[in-house]
């Protein structure tokens, strides 16, 4: 089911500084609307292109110590439930929080209220080389020194900043990492045109405009690829990269190239941050399929030792019962979806999956 040709809709209450929308806004169209209005969003994920009910219900999300997913934007929700039931829930209301992030299983959302800010411009800047025991020795300063901070790396000895400071702000004095400033733009993949990425060398422009790594309107990233992601708690950031370095000869040759960027907490029943501010470690990987579910098993068994959580909408094999001990409120979203979708109508083989029992099937 797509929403993508109804009428949208966008409506600013500025007392409350929150901006109604219509689900079926591309993040990139609405966040050029929010900000000709002066307004913005704290935080943006690498690439535009997606649609925000989308990013929100996936918990989809950028870099940032004090910014959680897009989900923690949501202040309330419209959606349809399976009995044609039009159902409004706010924060503070029962069930809000298991419908923010439910991966549209719960109806058709049809309208969020988003919290906005007054916009804002950023200066973003690329550094080179950062050695790879600088980043594992001093994880919380790195991703601490800027607004949003995100390290590209394919697991060799070297790893490159994206630095995205707010522009009145004081300049992050990063020469202490041993990293060089980048003299001219970048791709996050070696051996990539930087045209389609977002203005660099410390150019303000507006927020929407230097917090994706990617220009709306473009093709983000490479074009081709597949991607996978997990999220571990903050504190076991430094020893999971240490582990997941000594995978690279497995790792290389279906990989384009890692990020690893910081996500807050929030309160989401389902969202992989809920309650653990998060380092998120993703994988772009060459679209080979059959090759990238050959390496998962063992990069989803280094990282068992860190409660890794994986992002609902990329490639992981995780298994149901394995997620549900991952997460505390597991059978709190399960009593909502039964609620409001008793006959199933929105199941679909990945959601049966995870939340369908072997003594309760539909």
């Known amino acids: 089911m797509s929403l993508a ?8 209450d500025r007392a409350r500084m929150v901006a109604r929308v219509s689900a079926n806004w591309p993040l990139g169209d609405l966040c050029e609307h929010l900000n000709q209005r002066g307004l913005a969003l704290p935080s943006l994920p690498s690439l535009p292109h997606i649609s925000v009910a989308g990013a929100c219900t996936t ?3 950028g870099s940032g110590n004090s910014h959680g997913s897009l989900a923690n934007t949501v202040r309330a929700l419209a959606l349809v439930t ?3 039931t039009h159902l409004e829930l706010a924060a503070g209301d029962e069930g809000f929080d298991g419908a923010v992030v439910s991966l549209g299983s719960l109806g058709v959302i049809t309208h969020l209220d988003l919290a906005v800010q007054p916009a804002y411009d950023i200066e973003q800047y690329v550094y080179d080389n950062l050695p790879w025991s600088e980043l594992v020795t001093s994880t919380d300063e ?8 995100s390290v590209f790396t394919d697991w060799s ?12 702000a004081d300049f992050p004095e990063l020469a202490w990492t041993g990293a060089t400033k980048a003299d001219s733009p970048r791709h996050p993949v070696t051996g990539m045109p930087p045209s389609n990425c977002t203005e660099q060398l410390g150019h303000p422009g507006p927020w929407h405009e230097r917090l994706p790594h990617f220009r709306a309107g473009t093709t983000p990233a490479t074009g081709n690829e597949l991607q996978t992601e997990y999220f571990v708690p903050a ?7 240490t582990q997941l370095k000594e995978l690279r000869p497995l790792l290389a040759p279906v990989l384009q190239i890692a990020e690893i960027r910081t996500v807050a907490a929030d309160t989401a029943c389902l969202s992989p941050t809920r309650a653990t501010s998060s380092v998120a470690i993703h ?28 992002h609902w909408a990329k490639i992981f094999l995780t298994s149901p019962d394995k997620l549900r001990s991952l997460y505390n409120h597991w059978d709190d979203f399960s009593r909502l979806r039964e609620a409001l979708d008793p006959g199933g109508k929105f199941d679909n083989r990945f959601t049966t999956a995870l939340f369908t029992t072997s003594d309760h099937d539909r």
């Open 5 to 12: 040709h109804l009428p949208r809709e966008l409506d600013i």
């Open 59 to 61: 918990a989809t999300h």
């Open 82 to 84: 399976a009995d044609g």
């Open 142 to 149: 790195i991703f601490a020194s800027a607004y949003s901070v």
């Open 157 to 168: 000895d070297h790893a490159q900043m994206w630095v995205k400071r707010h522009a009145d």
């Open 235 to 241: 504190e076991l950031a430094a020893k999971a990269l």
């Open 283 to 310: 994988f772009t990987w060459h679209p080979q399929e059959d090759a990238v579910r050959a390496v998962l098993p063992r990069l989803e068994a280094a990282l068992t030792p860190f409660t890794a959580r994986p």
